[in-house]
């Protein structure tokens, strides 16, 4: 979690409605839309849907890793569905980027990264769940997803989890959900806007 952080989290969360997805606030209702995460991430919101795969054995793991990777996975001790991210960190920083297979397979490992870290992220900070890998295995695909939509779900999720009477911690995006808040509430954002790089490059990048 961003330091210092948690007070304006634990405002968001108290103040979250599940039934219709906002935030209750005393100037009205608000709430993180498709266009926001467009707008913070540079993420496309249309496009193929985003599905997972629910398998999570032995063997889906296993060839999953080394189609994507060509090395079998360092996993979790507590499940043996998700992978170390350190471990896929190294694959990619070992790359020689020397061949169109090479830069595909550093990219792949970035991509798995950005999803288990950043968009998808749940309790877990130093694995991802090895659903997202066959998301990645047609390369030419993988721009064509809605990946926005599948981070404003999740978060719509996590917020609903965590707006649970016996919730004690939720789950990412909460980069989406603090870049979201100081845009819209610039008075208790940590930068200020004049200081922010050019508005071609998203959000939650500056």
Known sequence: MIRGSYPLLAVLVERWRPKTHTFVLSVG?????????????????????????????????QSQSMAIFEREPVLSRNSKSYIKFGWVRCIRDEEPLDTEESIRRYVRCQIFCMLGSTLF?????????????PLLRNFEQIHTYSWGTACLAH?????????????????????LLFVWTWERMPCISPVSRHILSPAEIPVAMR
Do not use: Q
């Open 29 to 61: 209702e608000v709430t993180v839309t498709l266009e926001d995460v467009a707008h913070i991430f540079g993420l496309p919101i249309d496009g193929e849907p985003v599905s997972g795969w629910t398998d999570s054995s032995s063997d889906f793991v």
């Open 121 to 133: 992220t749940d309790k877990s900070t130093a694995y991802a769940h090895a659903m997202y890998l």
């Open 155 to 175: 978060l719509y999720r996590a917020l609903y989890c965590a707006s649970r009477y016996d919730t004690k911690e939720m789950d990412d995006p909460l980069n």
